[in-house]
């Protein structure tokens, strides 16, 4: 009884978790560019909204200027661009919700154009191998990970000053235990600690009411609990 109960809980936090994402999707900013769908987690000025846009366009742009090919298989392979807090990675795929993910932070750093083009690639690459039924699973992760940043450095390799940059993503595989499902685990952990202490930290700099950060501040102790 006490399996089945579980697995009863983990089948409703799915469903709860499928739902959250389609409503952020709706209610948050969306553009679309070269008919691809960007969607921005809320942010609190305006200012950022259109440089988290403007680099993903950026990137894009690169992408349909260089390999088109490559750009009709962004489209085939995801179902949006999804730009939030994470420390998790600087971008990673979802495969339940086809969505690429983008760490805001890092994209709106010292992050250049044909490095946010990379990560797009190496992203929709690894959409391709789950359409073809290829899991990722713990002792493949190291080989699939190579292929994603292979195909990266391919793309990377065309533009007229991307030789540097295709060598070092080529040569920049990560530790196997990298990928093991115990440092998965804790990344994941890691990262939800620290997306609510950086949404805390946003939201005290802003200039929101106080009132509105007094509400905010209930909310997030409850989310935390």
């Not at 999707?25 to 969306?30: G, Q």
């Not at 403007?54 to 995801?78: F, G, K, N």
């Not at 999804?82 to 420390?87: C, F, K, L, S, Y």
Request: include cysteine.
């Amino acid at each position: 009884m006490g399996n089945a109960l579980r697995v009863v809980w983990w089948r409703i936090r799915s469903v709860l978790w499928h739902l959250l994402w389609r409503v952020q999707l709706r209610l948050f900013p969306a553009r679309s560019f070269h008919d691809i769908k960007v969607s921005l987690y809320a942010v609190l000025d305006e200012r950022t909204e259109a440089e988290c846009f403007a680099r993903v366009e950026a990137a894009l742009d690169l992408i349909a200027r260089y390999d088109r090919r490559r750009l009709r298989t962004i489209r085939r392979s995801l179902d949006r661009i999804w730009i939030r807090r994470t420390t998790y990675a600087a971008a990673y795929y979802i495969d339940a919700t086809r969505l690429c993910v983008i760490d805001r932070a890092w994209l709106t750093g010292d992050t250049t154009p044909d490095r946010v083009a990379a990560a797009i690639i190496h992203e929709a690459t690894h959409a391709r191998l789950y359409r073809h039924k290829i899991p990722y699973a713990e002792a493949l992760r190291p080989r699939i990970e190579a292929i994603c940043d292979e195909e990266s450095a391919a793309f990377v390799a065309r533009l007229p000053e991307g030789a540097a940059l295709a060598e070092r993503i080529r040569k920049g595989g990560a530790d196997p235990d990298h990928w093991s499902d115990v440092n998965l685990a804790r990344r994941s952990r890691t990262a939800r600690q620290d997306a609510i202490r950086s949404a805390r930290e946003e939201m005290e700099a802003s200039d929101l009411p106080n009132w509105v950060k007094k509400i905010l501040r209930r909310l997030g102790r409850f989310r935390a609990a």
